[in-house]
């Protein structure tokens, strides 16, 4: 058994936030139905593909009990939807703010049919506030949220991450509000309404830079360190960058030393150059063997840099795109050990099934205990 097994959970989320929250939980144990629309969730039409289906996707909402195909702008659809909500535990959304009480699945209406059901709510930027209407994306929020206020050139307007990571980031937020949820609602005996946002999210991973901001302005801090005195990467004589961190000014002055350079004045420039002019290898080694903490910065991403690491990366196979590498459960447990699921399936794979799923769904003996 798995710590989640017999919870049921609603998915009717697309993009990254909110399908990779589901994932997380499915990867608890949690029996997770996607529902998307007939022509298919956003994410599926993002690459790169192999053999016409998207890669992203496939790992991004792994794990599904099952995936239906509905149309919830149609009766029809939103009645299926609602026979599923009698007898779920958990819902999470992340439809633009408006969306839910349109189709008749915002939180009041659809507590009405579930009077325990836990309802997540995940957006851009929540449901108040001058942006409370709008849909967002990985790259609006970063802008939106002074997240990428904090990266890039010093002297410049800032940078996004290339990945979207925010999209991620609030997708463990809606992960854990899940979790939050199915506390409460075992504390209080009633439904639980929680909303989350890419937002919110992004302010609590910028927790330090708020708070310094009541000191100062906060610019781009480059390939320097913010907080501690000296932590950069450093060129090297074979064209790669060292990483490296000192906590405090005696550390910094024991670096100096280590590598023959005068002695440490306030000024890291002769440490540059120093490092300009010798091998990344042999500043590693000789860092590592004074205590140091050294890096050399991969100017690479693939899953072959993780094979060392058990349980960070598997192979999944699909039965159309083959083989790939997906990122294991980023929870390592000593009982109930989560485990990533399958790759999604076809769109509406499990339509066919729909009264076979209500009826399990149904004859449940109530909520799970959560």
């Known amino acids: 058994m798995r710590s989640l097994d017999g919870v049921r959970v609603l998915d009717l989320t697309e993009g990254a ?13 949690a029996e997770v139905v996607k529902i998307e629309r007939p022509s298919g969730e956003l994410m599926r039409n993002i690459g790169p593909f192999r053999n016409g289906l998207a890669l992203p996707m496939l790992s991004i909402a792994r794990g599904r009990y099952a995936s239906l195909a509905l149309d919830l702008k149609q009766e029809a659809g939103r009645a299926t939807v609602m026979r599923l909500v009698a007898c779920a535990d958990l819902i999470i959304q992340n439809w633009k703010p408006g969306t839910d009480a349109r189709l008749g ?22 449901t108040a506030g001058p942006l409370g209407e709008m ?47 199915l506390t409460a609602r075992r504390k209080h005996g009633q439904a639980v309404h929680i909303e989350t946002s890419q937002l919110s999210a992004a302010l609590d991973a910028s927790a330090p830079e708020i708070a310094t901001a009541a000191l100062q302005r906060v610019a781009p801090a480059g390939r320097e360190g913010r907080y501690l ?31 023959d350079v005068a002695a440490y ?26 205590g140091f903490d050294a890096q050399i910065v991969e ?14 990366v598997s192979t999944q196979h699909h039965d ?51």
């Open 299 to 312: 100017r690479r991403f693939s899953a072959d840099l993780f094979s060392g690491y058990p349980g960070t």
């Open 105 to 126: 699945l915002a939180f009041e209406q659809v507590r009405e049919h579930n009077p325990r059901i836990v309802y997540v709510q995940a957006s851009g930027y929540g």
């Open 229 to 259: 005195p000296f932590a950069e990467w450093l060129l090297c004589a074979d064209g790669l960058y060292v990483s490296m961190e000192c906590r405090d000014r005696a550390d910094l002055s024991r670096l100096f030393e280590l590598f």
């Open 320 to 370: 159309v795109a083959g083989a790939f590498p997906q990122p294991e459960s980023p929870f390592l447990m000593s009982v109930t050990a989560p485990q990533a699921g399958a790759p999604l399936g076809p769109i509406g794979k499990d339509n066919a099934l729909i009264e076979c799923l209500i009826e399990r769904w149904s004859g449940a003996t109530g909520p799970a205990q959560f």
């Open 135 to 181: 849909g967002a994306m990985d790259s609006l929020a970063q802008a939106v949220s002074g997240l990428s206020a904090l990266s890039g050139d010093p002297a410049g307007p800032g940078e996004r991450t290339r990945t979207p990571v925010l999209d991620f980031v609030s997708a463990f937020v809606a992960a854990e509000a899940a979790l939050i949820g």
């Open 265 to 290: 004045s306030g000024d890291v420039a002769p440490l540059r150059k120093k490092m300009a002019e010798l091998q990344s290898g042999d500043v590693v080694r000789r860092a590592r063997a004074e």
């Open 17 to 29: 936030q909110g399908p990779f929250a589901a994932s997380l939980l499915a990867d608890l144990g």
